[in-house]
């Protein structure tokens, strides 16, 4: 049966919940403060880079079952059945999650609220924040409210293929009540569910997250560990994830991971762990794993060229990821300053990231005059434009040794050596000492 869905804030998770909830038939309407979004989003037109959800929107925006709207005129008409909350938790300078915006809305809803609803938390929120919200705001509200903790895993590029074919839903309860709710939201998406008290749904976001940023880290350290050695961290890869027990997926090495969710998440994972007196020694490791490897390019290029201040540097990639427009975390974030440093003159493209000024570098509109005259370029996302560049070409337009820095093991280096070019990777073959030799 359709359900009465509201769901506040219209970021990634929230646009993609909205989205998703309206296409399986419920009747959900979309809040944001920000008057300008709303518009757009009632326009038709997303507010973020997500393929495909363009089509549900309109689809649902058309059959009437998903609307949009600015909480300008009071709460109270807005609360759904089922009210989902998909603000931001950004994080704090201290590491830890900013909650503000989870707490004002929280807050807001348990004060206009004058019929009972359920409220699911899908912002990631640290472990406590379900009990202490409950005291703090929902138990003083006038009807009942009950509470779901309802972490999302959704993958930007992926989102609305992780929707509906999740590996699993995970349900963090109190009250049953609340749960065979949750069921009806779900009925459409065949998935196990994980249904479990708060504190252990709260835990499973943030497990998952370290978990996955671990085997990242881990698959770095032995790729770096491949280069001192001589061996290669393709083939070590493929011949752990073959066992079955392990996995193939997030066995890529590179120049580690960035994005809104791995970085914040294990950093707050690990200041939540403190708070609560334990050191998390293996997750601090996994971080400054991650801190270090993205210097790598900046490493070896610096070696290579010693007179960086004379040279140019080809940044190719800006998002922290191909099919994401996302910069958050990205690499390129702490390479281009390193670089600019040197006084390296540096070029970035990106097909479609997010303009952002990095002091010290220009972005370009085109892959060729990036590389014009560069000395060396280093790929930051693994965008197909890149795997499919035409080496011969690329070794014509670039200067000096042509240093390609391939810090997303993503481009063949047969094919890149052929055309005269220097490929530096991360655990491929053990070249870096070779090249450098
Ligand atoms: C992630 C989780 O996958 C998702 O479940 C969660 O809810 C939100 O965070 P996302 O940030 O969109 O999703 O990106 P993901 O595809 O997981 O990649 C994260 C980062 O890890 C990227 O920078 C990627 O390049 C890097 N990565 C991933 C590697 O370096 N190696 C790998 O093997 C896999």
Redesign the pocket.
Known sequence: MPLSVTVVGTGY?GLVTGVCLAHSGHQVTCVDIDQAKVDMLISGKSTIYEPGIEDLLIAGRDKGTLAFKTPESGWRDLIGDVTVVAVGTPMAPNGAADLSQVRTVVEALAAAADRPFTLVMKS?VPMGTGASLRERYLDQADVRIGYISN?????????LE?WFKTDRIVLGASDEADLVLMRELYDDIEAPLVETDVASAETI?YA??AF??T??SF??EIANLCDCIGADIDSVSRGIGLDKRIGS??????????????PK?TRALDFIATLNGYQFTLLKSVIEVNNRQRLLPVVHVMRALPDLHERSVAILGLA???D?D?VR???ALDIVPLLAEQGAAIRIYDPIAADIAIPGAARVTDVWRALEGASAAVVV??WVEFTELDWARVRSVMTGPGIIFDG?NCLDPEAVRSAGLTYMAVGREGQHRDDLA
């Open positions: 998770v990631t972490p999302e895993f959704l993958r930007e590029g992926k989102a992780d976001k998952s997250n996955l940023s085997k990242i698959i770095n997926q997030f066995l890529n090495a590179g120049i580690g991971y960035g994005g809104s969710c791995f998440d922290f990821k191909p994401t996302d975390e990205s690499p996302t693994d997303r």
